[in-house]
């Protein structure tokens, strides 16, 4: 029996409220799922991305995605690194089979903080056309 409480979904759309990167965006909840968009400026010479969350009940983990066009764009042209769809542009934060983020853990803290690295990580991989981010690139064969 584990000691920690699950939040509920309603618990993490409401956290995406009060997180300082992700506060000022809108959403819709209902029992089954929440989405969530908001505009991220990872650092001060960036552009904004606009990022959609999508965590539905039956999936162990929320979907990330970033909607800007001109990413979209540079996917038409080049693989970007960590990926889990390329035309969706959803994004690859953490290794699922590593159990890096569960449930119990609180959007706020990892995925949104993990959203803004990706996204200076993207940055620099497109004038280096190196990521510096680490981590294991996902098996696109197998999760597209």
Partial sequence: MSV???PTLAEHYRSLKFCPLSKEGR????????YWEFDMKPSTFSKIYTIHIVWKKSEIYPNIFVLNQEVKEVSKTRTIPHLYDHKKIELCLFYPSYN?????????????????LWLIYYEYWLFSDEWKGGGIHPNLDKIS
Avoid: A, E, R
């Fill in 100 to 116: 890096q983020f569960n449930k119990s853990m609180s959007l706020s803290k990892t995925i949104i903080p993990w959203i803004k």
């Fill in 27 to 34: 959403g819709q909840i209902n029992q089954n799922q929440f």
């Fill in 4 to 6: 920690y409480k699950i």
